[in-house]
């Protein structure tokens, strides 16, 4: 596949040349970085040396293997490509698309775009900033490609055999000018970031506006999807001068050109040729330019801030928890998740999207005015724990894995307080303040009645805490690198959780529709007994250190 | 200053640079010929990697003449670059490769034929006592491991100017005579070494000049006998502490030392 790749590279070598990059610079540097991607870096123990004799081909799954997920929600468009108004059904098939790939080059690009490795290792030998910007963006679009094709064979295939040769081929072109679109526009605000802000502030910002992308495309994609309303769609779909801000209808446009549509057609289809085209124009011009700016990255900046002597999150620590060495890993748990970016990039957009999942799950019900909300709907706030296996996957890597030897090497003795300290913390500093926010709107829209359900809900979801705990794999907290690509993890155990957190709310369900007095109540008190059973014991599994980090 | 032939390998004219409200050079004048070896000294943050990286085009804005090799660094071109070597003090590698493929990476971006960046590279790392580690990934080598492949990585393409900086670090002793004696007979051929260092001793025995910096400016430059002979005692150490106005490491030694012994338990 690696050869393939290049060899495909090969066939644009004279355009590269045209544009003036170095096309055999830029070929090994591709090359390279392939092979990286193929290499799953070393955990802990192998750094350290205690490990068998690593060697230089140990390939993790593979870069190029097929994200069979999203094959699957690949089968989820095809209908829509035969919805009566074919406008509006490619419009929802490039939302999707959209959505994808934002979010890809958000959480999982960035990396490449923004890497400060690359200039001291690269630019101190004879390769332009041109060339190495260049490299690293057609390293991007070879995945891009990838993952998009996994996501868009199966429905290309439908449009060329059901829709015409014709359909087919502007669907492909449009799938390669979307793609250079998302490509551009997210260098484009990088590009913007880069210059207005300085130092450690930089890193700030740009992971403030990662989070804020990432959360923002969640709800752009809720907000498209609910847009077009399914009941009028049969009718035909006539978008207003205002759609022309939502790119995904202008890529839906020249399939109604096609069909012998005319009209306001003709601006959108206009839109989706010329300025996916600019935008990669322009991009290619500032590349250097970009390149400059991203080693600014490398600044230092000024004296910290200490921080201030009110720290209320400690104080719950302190209160839940006796041993001192539990205390001091929350502590650090708590601080590691404030402090490090891409710990943060990866894990706040699906906390903060788990706040709306419980909306989401009630908006068609919503519709329907307050009044048609029965109390049953409360149990919707269960979604909110969809945060909690992502949180604790999370949990387990950094940037900085290597730290971790620190594990090892001090007196630490039985890990379950590591981890425990750990999970403890994560659900306190970031799943409780959105659990809290969701429960604020619950009551509101419940009224007083909802307290015994929204207890059990939350006892609930701690005991779930422990049930995610013990069923995904156990690592140390920290202690292993962020994987390259896709950081979609753990499929299995998250479905199993996915299944288990619906039982919680089925017997919640099933004890409220019983009708017995007090019911809740008592099955809040069961909960709080399990609870500290679970809390108390389920943490004790594994012994030590070397046996937790060896798998 | 020794007067050596040839046309100057590094030329600096006034050269400034500044980070934001932070001063980092305030103008230094700098010539460098082929042959010499320079040991670049200086407290932490003295300006001496700014000046590293402005030299390799790593940064840029900066006030003043940099020319390096006969070319001037203000055109932009990069081509300059491929007739010198750098080992950086942070050692940035793709260490999920083996040292066979950094290696050959690296040969090739100076537009060697990657069998012969291999074949060679294969060559001086025996040399280093490493051929069976070769294929094993960077990221399982010691520290000294990393710096002698480092070394080699930046020696591949014949350059005529090397940039070192901490070249040593985490080398064993053997190690350490063999690279000294390398730098030595690379120079003797007429290559460049523009080293910098915090190990005084090390400064001391190798360098054919020295070139302190403290606080943005050149504070002394010449051989270590010249630097005694302006009226400086003793070893290069006491020299580096006289001309950078410190005295107190004995005091904060004592302090620190009691420090460490006070018991909180």
């Known amino acids: 596949m690696e050869v393939f790749v290049l060899k495909l590279?090969?066939?644009?070598?004279?355009?590269?040349?045209?544009?003036?990059?170095?096309?055999?610079?830029?070929?090994?540097i591709v090359r390279i970085?392939?092979?990286?991607?193929?290499?799953?870096?070393?955990?802990?123990?192998?750094?350290?040396?205690?490990?068998?004799?690593?060697?230089?081909?140990?390939?993790?799954?593979s870069p190029f293997a097929v994200n069979w997920l999203y094959v699957l929600m690949s089968l989820a468009m095809i209908p829509f490509l035969f919805l009566n108004d074919i406008l509006a059904g490619m419009s929802f098939v490039f939302t999707l698309l959209m959505f994808f790939q934002g979010t890809a080059m958000i959480s999982d690009f960035s990396s490449v775009m923004l890497d400060t490795r690359d200039r001291p290792i690269l630019r101190t030998k004879p390769v332009d900033g041109r060339t190495l910007g260049m490299a690293k963006t057609v390293h991007i679009i070879v995945y891009l490609f990838?993952?998009?094709?996994?996501?868009?064979?199966l429905p290309l295939v439908a449009a060329f055999i059901f829709k015409g040769a014709a359909a087919g081929l502007v669907f492909l072109l449009e799938i390669m000018l979307v793609t250079g679109l998302d490509i551009s526009l997210t260098a484009a605000v990088y590009y913007a970031v880069l210059r207005l802000w300085d130092g450690e502030r930089l890193k700030d910002m740009i992971n403030y506006i990662q989070i804020v992308l990432a959360i923002g495309l969640m709800i752009g994609y809720q907000i498209m999807i609910r847009m077009f309303d399914f009941s009028t769609l049969g009718a035909g779909?006539?978008?207003?001068?205002?759609?022309l801000l939502a790119p995904p209808v202008w890529f839906g446009a020249p399939f109604r050109l096609l069909q012998g549509g005319g009209g306001i057609a003709y601006a959108f289809a206009a839109c989706a040729l010329l300025l996916p085209l600019l935008s990669m124009l322009?991009?290619?011009?500032?590349?250097?330019?970009?390149?400059?700016?991203?080693?600014k990255l490398t600044q230092g900046g000024g004296a910290g801030k200490r921080r201030s002597a009110f720290r209320p999150l400690e104080l719950i620590g302190d209160l839940l928890i006796r041993s001192p060495r539990e205390r001091a890993f929350y502590r650090f748990a708590c601080a590691m998740m404030g402090k490090e970016r891409e710990f943060k990039l990866k894990v706040y957009p699906s906390v903060g999207f788990s706040m709306v999942v419980p909306f989401i799950f009630m908006a068609s019900q919503l519709k329907e005015g307050l009044d048609s909300l029965s109390a049953v709907w409360g149990l919707m706030l269960y979604g909110t724990g969809l945060a909690i296996p992502t949180l604790l996957t999370l949990l387990s890597f950094s940037s900085r894995h290597k730290a971790a030897w620190i594990y090892s090497t001090s007196p630490m003795g039985e890990s379950g307080a590591v981890h425990r300290g750990a999970v403890l913390a994560s659900l306190i500093k970031l799943f409780?303040?959105?659990?809290?926010?969701?429960?604020?709107?619950?009551?509101?829209?419940?009224?007083?009645?909802?307290?015994?359900?929204?207890?059990?809900?939350?006892?609930?979801l701690l005991l779930f805490t422990v049930v995610c705990y013990l069923i995904l794999p156990r690592k140390l907290p920290f202690s292993e690198p962020f994987p390259a690509g896709s950081s979609s993890q753990n499929g299995l155990q998250?479905?199993?959780?996915?299944?288990?957190?619906?039982?919680?709310?089925?017997?919640?369900?099933?004890?409220?529709?019983?009708?017995?007095?007090?019911?809740?109540?008592?099955?809040?008190?069961?909960?709080?007994?399990?609870?500290?059973?679970?809390?108390?014991?389920?943490?004790?599994?594994?012994?030590?250190?070397?046996?937790?980090?060896?798998? | 200053m020794a007067k050596e032939l040839g046309e100057a390998v590094i030329r600096l004219q006034d050269v400034r640079m500044n980070y934001g409200n932070k001063f980092v050079l305030k103008g230094i004048d700098l010539e460098v010929y082929p042959g010499q070896i320079i040991g670049y000294i200086g407290p932490n943050g003295a300006g001496k990697s700014t000046t590293v990286k402005l030299m390799l085009g790593l940064e840029t804005g900066y006030g003043g003449t940099i020319e390096v090799l006969g070319h001037n660094l203000a055109d932009g071109s990069a081509a300059y670059k491929g007739r010198i070597g750098y080992v950086p003090e942070t050692a940035e590698i793709y260490d999920t490769l083996s040292a066979r493929e950094y290696l050959t990476f690296c040969g090739e971006l100076y537009g060697l034929k990657p069998e012969d960046a291999e074949y060679k590279g294969a060559k001086l790392m025996r040399l280093f006592g490493m051929e069976e580690v070769y294929d094993s990934r960077i990221d399982s080598y010691s520290k000294g491991m990393r710096q002698k492949v480092m070394l080699v990585a930046s020696l591949l393409h014949n350059p005529d100017l090397l940039f070192l900086d901490e070249p040593l670090s985490g080398l064993d002793a053997n190690s350490v005579m063999i690279v000294k004696e390398i730098l030595a007979q690379l120079a003797a051929e007429g290559k460049t070494i523009f080293y910098s260092s915090h190990i005084m001793d090390v400064v001391e025995k190798i360098s054919s000049r020295i070139v302190l910096l403290h606080e943005g400016y050149i504070a002394a430059d010449g051989s270590f006998a010249e630097l005694k002979a302006q009226g400086a005692e003793g070893s290069l150490e006491q020299i580096f502490n006289d001309l950078t106005g410190f005295t107190e490491h004995a005091g904060i030694a004592a302090r620190f030392v009691q420090a460490v012994q006070e018991d909180y338990r």
């Open chain 1, 9 to 28: 590279l090969d066939r644009f070598s004279g355009m590269f040349r045209r544009a003036g990059i170095d096309y055999r610079a830029l070929r090994t």
């Open chain 1, 33 to 61: 970085k392939l092979t990286m991607d193929g290499r799953k870096p070393n955990g802990v123990l192998e750094a350290i040396g205690k490990s068998k004799k690593p060697s230089a081909d140990k390939p993790e799954k």
């Open chain 1, 146 to 153: 990838l993952l998009t094709a996994s996501l868009v064979t």
């Open chain 1, 237 to 243: 779909f006539e978008p207003g001068g205002w759609w």
């Open chain 1, 282 to 295: 322009l991009y290619v011009r500032m590349l250097p330019q970009f390149e400059q700016q991203v080693q």
């Open chain 1, 432 to 460: 409780l303040p959105v659990f809290a926010v969701a429960a604020v709107v619950f009551l509101l829209l419940f009224g007083k009645a909802f307290v015994p359900d929204l207890i059990a809900v939350f006892l609930s």
């Open chain 1, 494 to 551: 998250v479905f199993l959780l996915l299944v288990i957190l619906t039982a919680f709310g089925g017997i919640h369900f099933g004890i409220r529709a019983a009708g017995w007095p007090y019911s809740v109540w008592i099955f809040s008190a069961v909960l709080i007994g399990l609870n500290y059973v679970a809390w108390k014991y389920g943490f004790r599994g594994s012994s030590d250190v070397k046996a937790a980090s060896a798998d």
